[in-house]
């Protein structure tokens, strides 16, 4: 399984940002897609996450900002944010698993993608 992401850069506050996230190897539709982020110096943090049947989860930080979405067709899952902060600043990750649940922890997710770095300036 190979995660490809993309789409990140450097934004002013309150800006919009639009995230890829490009799977080879298995179906985003059949598999639980997250994304994760990690600023300097924390703990990568679970972000959001869509379900093979659409469900989703999102942290609180994010709630009302960010939206998750699929493209089954490309095989690509998107992370839409929305209202940007610099507390949003951050390397997103995504990341997938088999399975049942929305887990946040990272080491349930056995694939991960390389990562892209998202810069909100104030």
């Known amino acids: 399984v190979q995660l490809q992401a993309s789409g990140g850069g450097l934004v002013q506050a309150g800006a919009s940002l639009r995230l890829s996230c490009a799977a080879s190897g298995r179906t985003v539709s059949s598999n639980l897609t997250a994304w994760f982020r990690q600023a300097p110096g924390k703990e990568r943090e679970f972000v959001t996450g869509i379900l093979w049947n659409g469900n989703t989860g999102y942290a609180d930080s994010v709630k009302g900002r960010f939206t998750i979405s699929r493209d089954s067709a490309k095989n690509t899952v998107y992370l839409r944010m929305d209202s940007l902060k610099p507390e949003d600043t951050a390397i997103y990750y995504c990341?997938?698993?088999?399975?049942?649940?929305?887990?946040?922890?990272?080491?349930?997710?056995?694939?991960w993608g390389q990562g892209t770095q998202v810069t909100v300036s104030s």
């Open positions: 990341a997938c698993r088999a399975g049942l649940g929305m887990p946040f922890t990272t080491t349930s997710y056995p694939y």
